[in-house]
C-alpha cells in the first residue's frame, strides 16, 4: 500500500506501451525492421521512405506556419543548429543578392569577421536551452551549469516575475511585463550600438528548469512584435513544453498568434528532437546545417504511433481536463496550507507552486517519494509536476490525498 499512485501509473504505462506495440506489429516489416536496426547518416543517406515517415509524424503535428522540419538527437543539439539557422538567415538578409566575399571565406576560417559575423541571440535570466556551448550562453537557471566555461557576450533580458494570484495583482503583473519588454528592446538597440547585431531572441513558453515561470499570452504576444519590428527571428524553445502537456500540442498555440514563431524546437516527450521553421529559413546549400545522425528515423516510427494514440485518446483534452483537477486541489491546499504553499500557478498538467525555502522544499520532495510519489524541484524552492498523457483526474484525487496528509503532518 507504499506505493499507490506509482503501482498504479506503471500498471496503466505498460498497459499503455502495449497498445502501442500491438499497433506497431501490424507493420513491423522488413523496410520497419530495418529502421530500428541499421542507424542511416541521415544528412548524406536518408531511407528513401524518411519523407513519408516524417509526414506521419513530425509534420502531422507541425506549428501553424512552419512547414519544414530538421530531425535532431537531444533538445541542446536542437538549439544549437536553431541558432545556426537563424544567423545564417539573418547574414543571408544583410548580403541580399551578392555572393559571398573571398575575404568572408578566408577570416571564417580564423574565427575573424566578416566571415563570423558579431551576431547575438537574446535571451531571459531563469532560461534554460540546454548545456551545449552557444545554449549554455543563453542558460541562467542555476551557476552549476555555466561554471568555469568561457561563454558569449549575448544580451540577457528579465522574464516577468508575476505575482499571485494573478487576478489580485492584474495591474502590478502588467507593469512587471511592460517593464521586461521594454528592457528587451532596450538591449537590441544598445547591442546595436556596441556593433553586435541580436539576428535572434530565445525563450521558453514557461521557464522550466528556472522555477516553471509563466508570462500572459500578451507578454508573449507583444515579444513576437518586438522582434518582428528589430528584423529578429522569433525562437520558441518547446523542448519541455512541447507534446501536449499543457492541454494544446505546442504551448505557444495558447498565445493565439497568426504568426507565432519562426523556428520551434522540440526534443524529450517527441521520442526525437529536431526543429520546425518557416521556408525562407530552409539553409542555402547542403552540409550547412549537418551532423552524421541528425536524428534517428526509429525514433520517428515511435513517435508516429504516439500519435495516433493521443489522438484516438483524445490525451491533450485529457491533459487539460486532468490540469484542472490538479490546480484546483493545489489551489485548495494553498488555502489550507498558505505557510507552505504559494505561487500556486499551471497550464494543463505542467503545474507547479512555490516553497517558502530549498530545505522545506527538499525535504516535502523526499516524503512524497517515500510514499510513491515522484515530484521534482525547479527555480530555488519550487515543485512542479511532470506527468504523464495518461494522467487522468483520479491520479490526481489520488495525489491530492497523499499530499494533504503529508502537509497536514509536516513539522
Same mark, same amino acid.
Given at each position: 500500500?507504499?506505493?499507490?499512485?506509482?503501482?498504479?501509473?506503471?500498471?496503466?504505462?505498460?498497459?499503455?506501451?502495449?497498445?502501442?506495440?500491438?499497433?506497431?506489429?501490424?507493420?513491423?516489416?522488413?523496410?520497419?525492421?530495418?529502421?530500428?536496426?541499421?542507424?542511416?547518416?541521415?544528412?548524406?543517406?536518408? !531511407?528513401?521512405?524518411?519523407?513519408?515517415?516524417?509526414?506521419?509524424?513530425?509534420?502531422?503535428?507541425?506549428?501553424?506556419?512552419?512547414?519544414?522540419?530538421?530531425?535532431?538527437?537531444?533538445?541542446?543539439?536542437?538549439?544549437?543548429?536553431? &541558432?545556426?539557422?537563424?544567423?545564417?538567415?539573418?547574414?543571408?538578409?544583410? $548580403?541580399? $543578392?551578392?555572393?559571398?566575399?573571398?575575404?568572408?571565406?578566408?577570416?571564417?576560417?580564423?574565427?575573424?569577421?566578416?566571415?563570423?559575423?558579431?551576431?547575438?541571440?537574446?535571451?531571459?535570466?531563469?532560461?534554460?536551452?540546454?548545456?551545449?556551448?552557444?545554449?549554455?550562453?543563453?542558460?541562467?537557471?542555476?551557476?552549476?551549469?555555466?561554471?568555469?566555461?568561457?561563454?558569449?557576450?549575448?544580451?540577457?533580458?528579465?522574464?516577468?516575475?508575476?505575482?499571485?494570484?494573478?487576478?489580485?495583482?492584474?495591474?502590478?503583473?502588467?507593469?512587471?511585463?511592460?517593464?521586461?519588454?521594454?528592457?528587451?528592446? *532596450?538591449?537590441? +538597440?544598445?547591442?546595436?550600438?556596441?556593433?553586435?547585431? +541580436?539576428?535572434?531572441?530565445?525563450?521558453?513558453?514557461?521557464?522550466?528548469?528556472?522555477?516553471?515561470?509563466?508570462?500572459?499570452?500578451?507578454?508573449?504576444?507583444?515579444?513576437?512584435?518586438?522582434?518582428?519590428?528589430?528584423?529578429?527571428?522569433?525562437? +520558441?524553445?518547446?523542448?519541455?513544453?512541447?507534446?501536449?502537456?499543457?492541454?494544446? &500540442?505546442?504551448?505557444?498555440?495558447?498565445?493565439?498568434?497568426?504568426?507565432?514563431?519562426?523556428?520551434?524546437? &522540440?526534443?524529450?516527450?517527441?521520442?526525437?528532437?529536431?526543429?520546425?521553421?518557416?521556408?525562407?529559413?530552409? !539553409?542555402?546549400? !547542403?552540409?550547412?546545417?549537418?551532423?552524421?545522425?541528425?536524428?534517428?528515423?526509429?525514433?520517428?516510427?515511435?513517435?508516429?504511433?504516439?500519435?495516433?494514440?493521443?489522438?484516438?485518446?483524445?490525451?491533450?483534452?485529457?491533459?487539460?481536463?486532468?490540469?484542472?483537477?490538479?490546480?484546483?486541489?493545489?489551489?485548495?491546499?494553498?488555502? $489550507?496550507?498558505?505557510?507552505?504553499?504559494?505561487? +500556486?500557478?499551471?497550464?494543463?498538467? &505542467?503545474?507547479?507552486? *512555490?516553497?517558502?525555502?530549498?530545505?522545506?522544499?527538499?525535504?516535502?520532495?523526499?516524503?512524497?517519494?517515500?510514499?510513491?510519489?515522484?515530484?521534482?524541484?525547479?527555480?530555488?524552492?519550487?515543485?512542479?509536476?511532470?506527468?504523464?498523457?495518461?494522467?487522468?483526474?483520479?491520479?490526481?484525487?489520488?495525489?491530492?490525498?497523499?499530499?494533504?496528509?503529508?502537509?497536514?503532518?509536516?513539522?
Amino acid at each position: 500500500g507504499m506505493f499507490p499512485v506509482q503501482i498504479g501509473r506503471l500498471h496503466e504505462s505498460i498497459t499503455w506501451l502495449k497498445s502501442i506495440f500491438t499497433s506497431l506489429s501490424g507493420y513491423i516489416t522488413v523496410g520497419v525492421l530495418d529502421t530500428f536496426i541499421n542507424r542511416p547518416a541521415l544528412g548524406i543517406l536518408p !531511407p528513401e521512405n524518411f519523407s513519408e515517415r516524417l509526414k506521419e509524424s513530425l509534420l502531422s503535428v507541425a506549428p501553424k506556419g512552419l512547414p519544414q522540419v530538421m530531425t535532431m538527437a537531444c533538445g541542446s543539439c536542437s538549439n544549437e543548429n536553431a &541558432f545556426k539557422l537563424i544567423f545564417m538567415w539573418y547574414r543571408n538578409k544583410e $548580403r541580399g $543578392r551578392n555572393n559571398v566575399t573571398k575575404e568572408e571565406l578566408e577570416s571564417c576560417m580564423i574565427n575573424q569577421p566578416p566571415g563570423c559575423p558579431d551576431y547575438a541571440m537574446l535571451s531571459f535570466m531563469g532560461g534554460f536551452h540546454g548545456r551545449t556551448f552557444g545554449c549554455l550562453a543563453t542558460t541562467h537557471s542555476k551557476a552549476i551549469h555555466k561554471l568555469d566555461i568561457p561563454s558569449l557576450d549575448w544580451p540577457i533580458a528579465p522574464f516577468p516575475r508575476l505575482k499571485y494570484p494573478l487576478e489580485d495583482f492584474v495591474k502590478e503583473n502588467q507593469q512587471e511585463e511592460a517593464r521586461c519588454l521594454e528592457e528587451v528592446e *532596450d538591449l537590441i +538597440v544598445k547591442y546595436r550600438k556596441k556593433k553586435k547585431i +541580436v539576428a535572434g531572441i530565445i525563450i521558453e513558453p514557461i521557464q522550466s528548469e528556472g522555477g516553471d515561470n509563466h508570462a500572459s499570452d500578451d507578454f508573449f504576444r507583444k515579444l513576437r512584435d518586438i522582434a518582428r519590428k528589430h528584423g529578429c527571428a522569433f525562437l +520558441v524553445d518547446e523542448v519541455q513544453t512541447g507534446g501536449g502537456c499543457t492541454g494544446k &500540442f505546442w504551448a505557444h498555440e495558447h498565445w493565439g498568434l497568426d504568426d507565432p514563431a519562426d523556428v520551434v524546437t &522540440f526534443s524529450k516527450k517527441m521520442m526525437t528532437g529536431g526543429f520546425f521553421h518557416k521556408e525562407e529559413f530552409r !539553409p542555402n546549400a !547542403p552540409y550547412r546545417i549537418f551532423n552524421t545522425w541528425l536524428g534517428d528515423p526509429s525514433k520517428n516510427l515511435l513517435l508516429a504511433e504516439v500519435i495516433r494514440v493521443i489522438k484516438r485518446e483524445d490525451l491533450i483534452n485529457n491533459a487539460a481536463h486532468a490540469g484542472k483537477a490538479l490546480l484546483t486541489g493545489l489551489l485548495d491546499l494553498q488555502a $489550507r496550507y498558505p505557510h507552505l504553499i504559494s505561487r +500556486v500557478r499551471g497550464r494543463g498538467t &505542467f503545474c507547479s507552486f *512555490d516553497t517558502p525555502n530549498d530545505a522545506t522544499r527538499n525535504k516535502l520532495i523526499t516524503i512524497a517519494r517515500n510514499k510513491g510519489v515522484v515530484l521534482g524541484g525547479c527555480g530555488d524552492r519550487s515543485i512542479r509536476f511532470r506527468p504523464t498523457l495518461i494522467f487522468k483526474d483520479h491520479h490526481a484525487h489520488l495525489f491530492l490525498n497523499i499530499f494533504s496528509d503529508i502537509l497536514a503532518n509536516f513539522k
